[in-house]
């Protein structure tokens, strides 16, 4: 990877959510070019997280069937600029994974036509199969576009998705071995849109989703010790901005993080698709629940991912500069 005044361009094949974790913390300050590392399956699922740090190393789930190593998904640590294959988690090689840290515990979703929850514990330097469970949980998902995983408060774990024109979601407890579900959260979506689930430090839930027929975002909480059944209204993210044009302001392009404060960001696309108008935008909650106004971003690209630096008051966005194989800005 290169830069040229802000403007970063990728050479490996590895997907941007690699980047944006190893080095927007530093604001690109000093880049490192890690070895190219060919992968089996795209890994662009845009709501997904798969790196994380743990114990001075960084970590991936990624799936591969390059020569010289057992065809499958595995947990990659980074040493010096190579990903080295480290645990096999499935023999699956067209898998996307979606990864939810909990202390030295890694729970992993990985997402095919078979989904299921693999969990590691790290221990001696390395990562295990979690002795409590060591064997997958499988997770039975209707036919959608990709789930994401997170856990709140009381060590629920919530996954969301898209069921037809459904928004939906499955929940499971510890040590997350049976799933139940699904829970209608809002209906009347496209069938091209996604959701994306988020545990909040106020004790709740979130769920964002993407609604193309009604060209808004929708947003809905739960409180952890609410019945599970039991969601808020849906807030309507910055419905204040939306604007006539084109196909409206919502697209199926979501990425999430949230401040220790409570504060809520997603990067999103619009699909206003007109010149001079966001396509490339900021949603922000705040803690008491309103949104902001819509931030515009760029008037072109695509993919959108939002990385927090709270040490440094920082927001950073990145995103390809459009479809295809195109230079990645910030």
């Known amino acids: 990877m290169k830069t040229r005044g802000r403007k970063i361009v990728c050479f490996t094949f590895l997907c941007l959510t690699l980047y944006v974790n190893l080095y927007a913390r530093a604001e690109f300050n000093s880049i ?166 988020t545990a909040l430090p106020d004790n709740t839930v979130g769920v964002l989703w993407s609604n193309q027929i009604a060209q808004r975002y929708g947003f809905k909480i739960h409180a952890d010790n609410d019945d599970p059944n039991l969601w808020s209204a849906d807030e309507v993210p910055a419905s204040q901005s939306a604007l006539n044009i084109g196909s409206g302001m919502a697209d199926d392009h979501l990425n999430v993080a949230v401040a220790s404060d409570g504060t809520f960001y997603a990067a999103v696309k619009t699909s206003y698709d007109t010149d001079g108008y966001p396509v490339i935008a900021l949603l922000v909650r705040r803690p008491d629940g309103n949104w902001d106004d819509l931030y515009e971003v760029d008037t072109n690209g695509t993919r959108p991912i939002v990385v927090l630096n709270e040490r440094e008051g920082i927001i950073t966005v990145l995103y390809t500069a459009a479809n295809g194989n195109h230079d990645i800005l910030y």
């Open 32 to 197: 490192l070019t890690l070895d190219p590392l060919p992968l089996s399956a795209s890994t662009g699922e845009k709501p997904q997280s798969k790196v994380w740090e743990y114990d001075g190393s960084w970590w991936c789930v990624l799936p591969t069937n390059i020569r010289g190593i057992t065809p499958g998904t595995w947990i990659w640590k980074l040493i010096d600029t190579s990903w080295v294959a480290h645990l096999q988690l499935s023999g699956e090689i067209g898998t996307v994974a979606d990864v939810k840290v909990a202390g030295n515990m890694v729970h992993i979703l990985l997402y095919d036509s078979t989904p299921e929850l693999v969990s590691a514990e790290y221990s001696g330097g390395s990562y295990q199969r979690w002795s409590v469970r060591p064997t997958p949980s499988p997770v039975l998902l209707p036919d959608s576009e990709t789930a994401t995983i997170d856990i709140d408060s009381t060590g629920r774990m919530w996954l969301s998705t898209e069921a037809g024109s459904d928004v939906v979601v499955y929940y499971s407890d510890p040590p997350y071995s049976s799933w139940f579900g699904p829970v209608t959260v809002a209906s009347g979506i496209h069938s091209d849109d996604i959701t994306v689930v």
